[in-house]
Every structure is written in C-alpha cells, then in structure tokens.
C-alpha cells in the first residue's frame, strides 16, 4: 500500500473559497530516485498561489511520503514560495528532487498565464 500524505490546503478548498492557484506536479516515474527505489506510480503536488507565489498545499502519494511532506510543511511555515525551490539545491538522486520538478512546472504554468492575461485585449 502506498504511503500518502499532505498538508495546507486541497484543490476541492480553494476552489470552493474561488482562491487563485496554480498545480505543479512531479511523478516518481520523472526521477532517478524513483527508479531507484521502484516506484513509478509515486507523485508530489504543488498547489501555489498566482497572486502571490506561496505554497498553499502539499501533497505526496508513493514511496516515502510521510517523510517528504514535511519539506513542504517546512516551506509553508515559513511563508516560502515556489521560488525558494525553483532557486534551491536538493540532493541528487533523491525523492526531495519531485519538489523542484514540481516548482519548476508551476512555475512555468504560471508564467503562461502571465503571458496570456497580458497579450488579452
């Protein structure tokens, strides 16, 4: 069975309370570690404010996931934002790597939605 864990708030919360925020994912499958340890059905979830680029929810399911969370936790407590682990150095090959990977696909939705929102009329 695999592990999952997660804090801060879900999708289905911020939706309901019309929050703006972005997902960004990371799929064990996309890491050495991943394959390492044989998971490549694991994944973290970024979920980031557009407004203001802080971390409002993680959430991990595979190999590890009660361990790993609590760099989100961590992050969060301190107010941190997805630039922290866009900017951040985390050991290779290890799980800790899917915070980046995730980071940097928020990041780049986000920056999309930037371009979009100032090209619209």
Avoid: W
């Avoid at 695999?2 to 990371?26: F, K, N, Q």
């Avoid at 799929?27 to 979920?47: C, N």
């Avoid at 802080?54 to 992050?75: M, S």
Wanted: aromatic share 8%; net charge negative; with cysteine.
């Amino acid at each position: 069975m695999p592990e999952i864990s997660y804090c801060g708030r879900t999708e289905a919360e911020l939706t309901s309370a019309a929050v703006p925020y972005e997902v960004g994912m990371s799929r064990y499958r996309e890491l050495a570690r991943g394959a390492i340890v044989g998971d490549s059905y694991g994944m973290l979830k970024l979920l980031v404010s557009t407004d203001d680029r802080t971390l409002l929810g993680v959430h991990v399911f595979g190999t590890g996931a009660t361990d790993l969370v609590h760099i989100g936790q961590a992050i969060m407590g301190c107010g941190g934002t997805v630039d922290y682990l866009v900017d951040t150095v985390l050991n290779y090959p290890t799980l800790s790597e899917a915070y980046k990977v995730a980071a940097l696909d928020a990041t780049n939705k986000i920056r999309a939605l930037e371009v979009f929102e100032n090209e619209s009329p």
